[in-house]
């Protein structure tokens, strides 16, 4: 049976809350939504959050939250989400794409101030940081651009970096519940304030819509989401250790290490063609794929030649099979994969 790259981490736990919620006839946004929005606030730390129906819905409404003009720029990896590039148009806002850093999947301060300066025709006015593959670059250095920054932590989760938990140096925070998000509901996104400046400008934006809350049955899955994830965590580490040790062994390099990473992916920078990689890979039914096939880069909306590193890394990372999911006999049959890569 074929090992599947990617496998959501949903349990007969996650299940009975959604059918507790089914049985209970609530299907829109009620009250699980705000049971949600007190235990995220216990894990999270925020003041105030909206719970909204996908990563692209809470995106559109702190760009809108922000103020910024139409024409404006908004300042991203060229490896972040391809769905960043769609909302960016959508509200009137230009896109401006800043490379990855060498040896990284994430935009650096270094090379986000670099985007900024060669783009003052399209007045960068935002910062959208996504933790790529759950890598954390450096907040600090990134707030001192001197730009409102927006996180996004959907692939993060469960990270600590410069002593703060993940998600609370922006002005607002992107939270994904998506299927291949660290926590899934099968759909939906947080977007919060962590302070209580920001927090108050959040809540004087108004309510959004009930067209745009979570629904209760996905908000039933996330709760429980939450309370696995330590747990969940764990595992994933375990994983990575003996992917890594596999990895060890091979000419093929991993990202710069960080001593808090929480193992959302594995990945692997090859030294030889991902095409040979990957039939290598199906030979031995264990499914490998690209890791920024979907992202701005990915889908066409970054141009290479401005990107260099970015479109560099695109042609050769791929993810490893990580997720709790995976029993001990799978995780040997990818870590022997890894440690034969050609």
Known sequence: MKIEVYSPTIKRKEMDAVLTALVEDKIGPGEHARSLIQI????LGFEYCFALRSPATALFTALKVLGLEPGQGVV???LSPGYYA???ADTGLGLICADTAPGSAWASPETFESAIAGNP???P???IVHHTLGYSPAMEDILKLGLPVIEDISQSYGTLTEGKKIGSSGVFTI???EERDILTAGGGALLYASNRRDASVLKNSGTPPPEYGLPDMNAAMALVQFREAPKNLEKRREIAQVYTQAALRTRHKRFIPQEEYNCYAFPLILET?????KAYAKQKEIEIESAFDHSILGIGGAEPELCPESYSLSLRTVLFPLYPRLRGKEIEQVAKLIGTLP
């Open 175 to 177: 939270l994904g519940l």
């Open 125 to 127: 006015r935002c910062i």
């Open 86 to 88: 769609r909302v960016i």
């Open 40 to 43: 995220a606030k216990e894990y």
């Open 121 to 123: 025709e399209k007045h």
């Open 273 to 277: 063609g991902a095409k040979d990689v």
């Open 76 to 78: 991203v990896s060229a």
